[in-house]
């Protein structure tokens, strides 16, 4: 069924991040609302990240090891950041273009820059805590949770939203909508 008990989260929450994308942000409605774009998503998130993600953090837990245990992680955000981000975001928005039917290199030239330069807006300091707390097995799935937002940015992004103003006041604002949601409804 599933490559590895991490797998069907990581489906999950790219999927539902694209759902959030969709309904929160862009608010099309349940009737035109896109399965197929949410599920290049659930396939990306199961197919593609967390295969790559798993042997990433693999790689970076047996490789990558200073004389202090700050300078470890330093080492890993810093690989992380400069080696897997950028290549993972190349690899999500030509695997989207590719499966959209549309072309990877006017998507990548669109997508690619607004995309990194929020990716190191929160990912450095999201890895700084995860790798230096968290145990290596729980790390992609904590990486995923923290995800849910940067997956709901990612569909957007992907969806032409990088051509929009305000592309990242409109997630936070869905954010903050749906947290005090819950906060009335607790």
Same mark, same amino acid.
């Given at each position: 069924?599933?490559?590895?008990?991490?797998?069907?989260?990581?489906?999950?929450?790219?999927?539902?991040?694209?759902?959030?994308?969709?309904?929160?942000?862009?608010?099309?409605?349940?009737?035109?609302?896109?399965?197929?774009?949410?599920?290049?998503?659930?396939?990306?998130?199961?197919?593609?990240?967390?295969?790559?993600?798993?042997?990433?953090?693999?790689?970076?837990?047996?490789?990558?090891?200073?004389?202090?245990?700050?300078?470890?992680?330093?080492?890993?955000?810093?690989?992380?950041?400069?080696?897997?981000?950028?290549?993972?975001?190349?690899?999500?928005?030509?695997?989207?273009?590719?499966?959209?039917?549309?072309?990877?290199?006017?998507?990548?030239?669109?997508?690619?820059?607004?995309?990194?330069?929020?990716?190191?807006?929160?990912?450095?300091?999201?890895?700084? /805590?995860?790798?230096?707390?968290?145990?290596?097995?729980?790390?992609?799935? /904590? /990486?995923?949770?923290?995800?849910?937002?940067?997956?709901?940015?990612?569909?957007?992004?992907?969806?032409?939203?990088?051509?929009?103003?305000?592309?990242?006041?409109?997630?936070?604002?869905?954010?903050?909508?749906?947290?005090?949601?819950?906060?009335?409804?607790?």
């Amino acid at each position: 069924m599933f490559a590895s008990n991490t797998q069907f989260p990581l489906d999950v929450l790219f999927a539902t991040g694209d759902v959030i994308a969709q309904q929160a942000v862009e608010k099309k409605g349940l009737d035109k609302h896109d399965p197929s774009r949410t599920g290049r998503m659930f396939a990306y998130g199961g197919l593609v990240f967390g295969p790559a993600a798993t042997k990433w953090y693999t790689f970076l837990a047996n490789r990558v090891s200073l004389s202090t245990t700050n300078r470890t992680i330093a080492a890993r955000v810093l690989c992380d950041q400069f080696i897997f981000a950028p290549v993972n975001m190349t690899c999500f928005l030509s695997s989207m273009a590719y499966l959209e039917g549309s072309p990877v290199k006017d998507k990548l030239s669109k997508a690619w820059v607004p995309g990194m330069t929020n990716n190191f807006l929160l990912w450095p300091w999201v890895q700084a /805590v995860n790798f230096k707390f968290v145990p290596l097995e729980h790390r992609v799935l /904590v /990486v995923n949770f923290v995800a849910l937002g940067w997956n709901c940015y990612l569909s957007y992004l992907n969806s032409s939203g990088s051509t929009e103003r305000g592309t990242v006041e409109k997630i936070e604002d869905a954010e903050s909508k749906a947290e005090n949601k819950i906060k009335k409804e607790i």
